[in-house]
């Protein structure tokens, strides 16, 4: 961790935010603030919660069963942003007002038999994978209509939109040119009308592309590193992990 204590990094990140909407002629209220807590201790959540964050994504089921007894979440909207395997998906339900990552058919079947049983309803966003890469979790961009119309069916799902990780890569532009891709799906989306389906919210920018995403349209930014400082594992622990996991 450097040296800038929370509070400091949050105002931080909030005139990047700033800055990248003024530069873009947008609306700062429009594009909100996620906190991606993976590693972060309760303690430390609980902390950015007193400061006035109000919208928390964690990772990993375990951690979010771990954490979430312990962080005060009456203020607080939680939302799960990593790979969800379908066996555990009934874990994640009760803990969640959205689920980020929703990227196949066989998922969001699971999701709705769970909420049929509860008599629960559940947003969700479609992952898509827009920098192509084959350890990237998502549906493909040309799959993702037509998963929409199928998830549009189930009638527990209430969907609000995509959501991507763009790729990381020395040259900028490599990451503008994954959002740019799901703002056009999501355009794709709109016209078609599918009942059901609203398609406002666009999840993507991180610490190090935020300002490209909002310039490319992000409604949800999610930030860990430049808020928490560095995780002792690789990205690639919470992404790559489980793609060996027969799932579908
Ligand atoms: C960890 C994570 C983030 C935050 O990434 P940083 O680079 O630490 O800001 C965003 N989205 C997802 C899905 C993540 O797993």
Redesign the pocket.
């Known amino acids: 961790m450097s040296n800038l204590s929370l509070e400091e990094k949050l105002t931080d990140i909030r005139n990047r935010m700033d800055r990248a909407c003024k530069k873009s002629d947008r609306n700062p209220n429009d594009v909100k603030l ?1 906190l ?1 807590t ?1 590693t972060v201790s309760a303690e430390n959540i609980n902390h950015t919660l007193a400061l006035g964050e109000t919208l928390i ?1 964690e ?1 990993k089921v375990q951690e979010l069963t771990e954490k979430f007894p312990l962080i005060r979440t009456e203020q607080a909207e939680s939302h799960f ?2 790979h969800l395997q379908t066996n555990k998906v009934k874990k994640v339900i009760d803990y969640v007002t959205c689920i ?2 929703v990227d196949r058919l066989k998922l969001g079947n699971r999701l709705h038999r769970l909420l049929t049983e509860s008599g629960n309803k559940l947003d969700i966003l479609v992952q898509v994978n827009t920098s192509y890469e084959e350890s990237k979790f998502g549906v493909a961009p040309d799959d993702a209509l037509h998963l929409i119309k199928q998830l549009a069916k189930l009638d527990t799902l209430n969907i609000k939109g995509l ?1 991507t ?1 763009g790729k990381f890569s020395a040259d900028p532009d490599e990451a503008r040119k994954c959002f740019r891709l799901l703002k056009s799906i999501q355009e794709e989306v709109q016209a078609e009308n599918i009942p059901r389906v609203e398609m406002d919210v666009l999840s993507m920018g ?3 592309d ?1 300002e490209i995403a909002i310039e490319e349209g992000s409604t949800m930014i ?7 400082g560095e ?1 002792m594992y690789p ?1 690639s622990y ?2 790559n992990e489980q793609k060996q996991v027969i799932d579908e």
């Not at 999610?222 to 928490?228: C, D, E, L």
Request: aromatic share 12%.
């Open positions: 996620l991606a993976k994504g990772s942003i990593g980020h990552s959501m990780i991180m610490s190090g935020l999610r930030v860990g590193t430049a808020i928490f995780r990205d919470y992404w």
